[in-house]
């Protein structure tokens, strides 16, 4: 490959004109209660929080903050449930509420959708084709296992743990919330949930959801706040277990704050996934697999794959393709339908991945980012890489949780296995080759917990899903996201 | 002949790169432009067995007079007919700027001696063929004779000199899968193709938007490894506007600006223009008008 040739451009002749998707039909509430023993409250201590559209700084709405008094009356309630009306019901009714959740969730997937883009800054593209069908069928599988338990651990007496306290991120607020609630509803658990602070909309929408669908009071209770709240549920005497899906620095603490009780717990945290190119990989496939694994949700993805290794001899054709690829990325308005890349979630998280930016050029690496005009208001990163990196910089160590990528190269599989597993983390990875062998033996060698071959940041609810070393442990999704939410014998 | 066997093409990852792209939502002006464009890259094809002269008269009418109405839209790119009928096209379009292309090579099979083929070219170029649609010979590429396939396409072009282009049909539907569509891309663009070309009409599947992804990446890696650029013309079952804009999108994501243009991207189409025709008065009247206005040769 010669680099005198003419580089390719991909804007200014026939650019899209907006395609906005029309949210004339939705209502945003003011403000946002407490969900807890089936009815909507107002937290005791009457305080509230902000919650921001990140594309444009505006208020969407107040979102009320749940403080001690109110956990506790959340778990008393989940702990009512679990010993009543709940603890007595067949398995076969639980799985009719569970797929009337799911449903009800497809029915109103639009409206989701538009929430979670106003709220979280997604594209309307993922939230639409992805994140809502994907939080429908985790309710559709997970219903299907309600009344399989004794089929799914034969022998061993299946039963649930009680009172369980999740807390989930703010990058997938609907889809988290899915992950952690089914599963613990068809072991036949109750449920005290708190989302993101900046992205709890979703979750009280689904609470109307579960309102609705006239699931028990107190089986499951949706109560938002900050970290505070998040640390009076995990420290509640009365709950059996914790669920959480985070930053590995909150997984460590909340582990040491359980330690010594008889709690349970599931920890999903952070990743530094290598996404491994090999020479004989189908490159225009594989660049798009790099596209998906890194700015896909801006790059707020706990799997995402941030560092890219590239066989040096296919390194320069790969790296054209990447950028040649990246200037077909539409940056901008999440609710236009052609947007892909849309808002950073919170200025707090703008502002570190700013920081590693400029933590990789001030360590050497060099920085390409495509060229796109942002808009003047809300939180923005354009499409970001750097090449010229090694193991030791700080950005192919830490987790950015941004559009960043470190581009290393490698010459042999050992290398690169050994680079790969040079971290920390262990929560997925991607292998691109057209040999078969090749694969399966980097999936033994790759000490993760997810590996893709020729493909990436594909997601099912029958697949299992969880990490190896600080990303984590216990596993959400199949057969395998069951039995942490049940006692076995 | 140096061919670079290595480059794989994975099924998955093409249809979803496909599904993306069909994802795309053009709305009011960049609509309009894109359907403005399909209309200018359209060769207007009849290939029949029936094809009389005067159909071919009534069909350079229409490539010549599609819209008197809107003069400021563009024409048809070319009218692509049988070799007996290009003396017919060629004589009624050379005031025209509309291009005459002619099938050539024992289409739509192929199965014919070289100096058949040859004979065949020289024949349709004398008689005022300004593009020359090839194709290639399939059952020779299943056998793992490619230098026999390569150095036939060479020697078509050799023939077609600098008085015509050439246009290389792959007949993608008999190639079995999109490793074998990569791998006769590669060759009939190192065999000297200006165009390579999906299908020939007569076959099922005939183009399809993952079979012309593959052959676009192969464009750019050819671009990618010489500076020189290839054409690219999928052929047969894009019959409406909404398709053809998914075409566009593709072109434009994969190859950019450069291919936006009629001299490097081209439709095989029959019925295509006058749906074309309908969106646009759509997009100018906000009225979609009967089909009985747009006329049918």
């Known amino acids: 490959m010669s680099s005198k040739i003419k580089s390719l451009k991909y804007n200014g002749k026939w650019d899209f004109s907006p395609s906005i998707e029309s949210i004339e039909n939705l209502s945003i509430q003011k403000e946002y209660q407490l969900f807890i023993n089936g009815q909507f409250q107002q937290p005791l201590a009457k305080k509230y929080f902000p919650s921001i559209n990140p594309s444009n700084e505006q208020q969407l709405s107040r979102i009320a903050k749940a403080e001690s008094e109110d956990v506790d009356m959340a778990v008393k309630s989940a702990r009512a449930a679990f010993n009543g009306q709940w603890g007595d019901i067949s398995a076969k009714e639980r799985a009719k509420y569970i797929y009337r959740i799911a449903r009800l969730v497809q029915e109103k997937s639009k409206e989701l959708a538009i929430v979670e883009t106003l709220d979280g800054g997604k594209p309307i593209r993922e939230s639409r084709d992805i994140d809502i069908p994907l939080a429908a069928a985790h309710f559709f599988y997970y219903a299907g296992w309600a009344d399989k338990l004794e089929y799914a651990f034969p022998n061993r007496f299946p039963k649930p743990l009680g009172v369980v306290g999740q807390i989930i991120p703010w990058n997938f607020p609907l889809m988290m919330a899915a992950w952690k609630i089914a599963p613990a509803l068809a072991t036949g658990n109750t449920v005290v949930l708190k989302p993101a602070e900046s992205t709890s909309i979703t979750a009280l929408l689904l609470a109307e959801i579960i309102k609705e669908a006239e699931l028990p009071p107190g089986v499951v209770n949706i109560i938002s706040g900050d970290g505070s709240t998040g640390n009076l549920i995990v420290n509640h005497p009365d709950v059996n277990k914790i669920a959480f899906t985070g930053s590995t620095q909150v997984g460590k603490s909340i582990m040491q704050s359980i330690s010594g009780t008889n709690k349970r717990s599931t920890m999903e945290l952070g990743g530094k996934a290598a996404n491994i190119i090999f020479e004989d990989a189908p490159l225009d496939q594989a660049v798009e697999g790099v596209i998906n694994g890194i700015y896909f949700n801006q790059g707020h993805v706990c799997c995402a794959g941030s560092r890219l290794f590239i066989q040096e001899s296919v390194y320069d054709v790969v790296l054209r393709k990447l950028k040649d690829r990246m200037q077909s990325l539409v940056v901008g308005n999440p609710l236009d339908k052609n947007t892909d890349i849309g808002a950073v979630n919170s200025k707090q998280q703008l502002a570190t991945i700013q920081k590693y930016i400029d933590v990789g050029v001030k360590e050497g690496a060099d920085i390409f980012q495509l060229n796109c005009e942002l808009p003047k208001s809300g939180y923005w990163c354009p499409p970001t890489l750097f090449t010229n990196v090694s193991q030791s910089h700080s950005i192919a160590k830490e987790e950015i949780f941004g559009p960043v990528l470190a581009v290393q190269t490698f010459r042999t599989t050992q290398e690169v296995i050994n680079k790969a597993n040079n971290t920390p983390y262990g929560l997925s990875a991607g292998v691109w080759t057209d040999k078969g062998s090749k694969a399966f033996n980097l999936a033994s060698k790759l000490k993760a917990g997810v590996i893709w071959a020729n493909t990436y940041n594909k997601f099912d609810p029958t697949s299992p899903f969880g990490g190896y070393k600080e990303s984590g442990h216990g596993r959400e999704g199949g057969l395998h996201g069951l039995s942490p939410y049940l006692n076995l014998e | ?297």
């Open chain 2, 1 to 297: 002949m140096i061919l670079d066997l290595k480059t794989k093409v994975d099924k998955l990852g093409i249809e979803d790169r496909v599904t993306r792209i069909t994802k795309r939502s053009l709305k009011s002006e960049a609509k309009l432009q894109g359907l403005k464009m399909i209309l200018s890259m359209i060769d207007l094809t009849t290939l029949e067995g029936m094809d009389t002269n005067k159909s071919v008269e009534q069909l350079c009418y229409k490539a010549t007079h599609l819209h008197q109405e809107f003069p400021d839209l563009p024409n048809v790119a070319a009218v692509c007919v049988y070799p007996n009928m290009v003396k017919t096209a060629s004589n009624f379009l050379k005031d025209s700027k509309v291009k005459v292309a002619s099938v050539a090579t024992a289409f739509p099979s192929g199965n014919s001696s070289l100096e058949v083929k040859i004979q065949e070219t020289k024949e349709a170029i004398f008689n005022g063929a300004e593009e020359i649609d090839m194709v290639i010979s399939r059952g020779k590429f299943h056998s793992g004779e490619y230098n026999y396939v390569f150095d036939e396409i060479a020697t078509i072009k050799e023939t077609c000199g600098d008085k015509a282009r050439l246009k290389v049909i792959l007949e993608t539907g008999e190639l079995g899968d999109y490793d074998h569509v990569r791998l006769a891309s590669e060759i009939s663009i190192k065999a000297g193709a200006d165009f390579i070309k999906t299908s020939t009409g007569k076959i099922k599947p005939a183009a399809t938007l993952p079979i012309t992804l593959v052959m676009l990446e192969a464009i750019k890696d050819h671009y990618y490894n010489t500076g020189k650029m290839v054409g690219m013309k999928p052929a047969g079952g894009i019959s409406n506007s909404k398709l053809a804009l998914q075409y566009l999108i593709m072109v434009k994501e994969t190859l950019g600006n450069l291919w936006l243009d009629k001299h490097w991207f081209r439709f095989g189409a029959s019925s295509l223009a006058n749906d074309v025709l309908m969106q646009i008065l759509k997009q100018k009247t906000g009225g979609y008008q009967s089909n009985n206005y747009f006329s049918k040769d």
